[in-house]
């Protein structure tokens, strides 16, 4: 059976979708979802493997199509301009992707029942979809810590330590893509020996080395270009090794290939906030939990608390608009950063109310401030406005949101 871009493939998930809504079930739904930070490991990863699980003879055959939703309204993608300069390497574009507004009040039209779900880069489905469906997950895959909400027996159910949880997409979907790959080339020696059994192998490597480009680019931005050795793990250098080989094999898209350029021309977009307002960039990288009665928020940045407070929007009144907007209790920004000499991390800890957020501020900090090695920083915040805020510099440099979002709702509880 022939094969299909990840173009058409997005295509035919969307129509996929709509028959499933249209049909409220009839239809079964097979989705895949990352969290609802919408980074670029949540969203390359549900496409990559939707696309090899969707590209199989029998998903073809059965019309059996994964669909990746992009966890996020299609509005917010114009906030991830590392994402739309990805797209352009395999030849997509922001409105191809699936976001939360092609699924609409989906809760309210597809019973559990004829749904399932794979989480990608998370292992807890949130929010109004997970208050839903959140029985319905069957599988896995994430480099976050297990919160133990998904069934052992889920396959794939894979929550290990990793770089990116592209390394672990790649890794799992290897045998699944080398078997499509390989029916492909014999499809096309039944096409003859010919101009189109040339031209359609030539089709076929060269989407399968722009599949690869997606799950790539994701790797080297959590690995900073493999350079983060307190990140970077096995996993991380074997999915890179194959998915190298995948672009290379191309020899379209393998002739042109560097690999410190394409990290660089993706991460030099991810970089560029000049035409973000602050509260884009608060929105662009954020998660929220809730513990008992208390919400917190976490924005990531990859710029500095100083660039932040070049925006004209005061950085105060614009966290305490932002965590109003969002009903939290606790609102954090992490940076992650390279406007100084050199890599940086920032902590900054707003208590928007005064009583028990406070109480959890000041115990998280006993608890944590020492393995975070955190202390006061020089920046002054004009601060008026807060309850209570504080800003540190963050020596550990290996503790990202990943770590520091399980401390603060230990210390919630």
Known sequence: MSRMSVA??????????????????????????????????????????????????????????????????????????????????????????????????????????????TLVDHNVLQGVLGEHYSGRVVGVMDHHDDEAKVPQDAQPRIIAKSGSCASHVANYCRDTWEHVSSGASSTGVALGQGDDAIDYSAYTVNWDAQVAKLALASILIDTINLGAEHKITEHDKKAVRYLEAKINISPQIGR??????????????????????????????????????????????????????????????????????????????????????????????????DGKAVEITEKFVKQNAHELQLSDSDVKIADDKATWLQLWDQKNLAASRKKVGPMLRAAMR
């Open 8 to 117: 058409s493939f997005l295509s035919k998930a969307k129509s996929s979708l709509a028959q499933s809504l249209k049909t409220k079930g009839e239809h079964p739904a097979i989705f895949v979802i990352g969290n609802e930070s919408a980074d670029l490991d949540s969203i390359t990863c549900a496409i990559v493997y939707s696309f090899i699980q969707s590209s199989t003879p029998s998903a073809r055959k059965e019309a059996k199509y994964h669909i990746p939703v992009t966890n996020i309204p299609a509005s917010e993608l114009r906030l991830r301009p590392e994402l739309i300069a990805l797209l352009k390497h395999a030849n997509l574009k922001p409105s191809d992707l699936i976001t939360l507004n092609d699924l609409g009040k989906v809760q309210d039209i597809l019973p559990p029942s004829t749904t399932s779900w």
């Open 256 to 353: 042109t290939y560097d690999r410190d350029t394409f990290y660089k021309e993706i991460n030099d977009a991810k970089s560029d906030l000049e035409d973000l307002s602050l509260q884009d960039i608060l929105e662009k990288d954020y998660k929220q939990w809730t513990e008992g009665s208390l919400k917190l928020g976490i924005s990531s940045c990859v710029r500095s608390i100083e660039y932040l407070e070049t925006k004209e929007e005061a950085l105060v009144t614009g966290l305490l608009k932002f965590a109003k907007a969002h009903e939290l209790d606790l609102c954090a920004v992490m940076t992650a950063h390279n406007d100084g000499p050199s890599f940086g991390r920032q902590l900054l800890l707003l208590a928007v109310k």
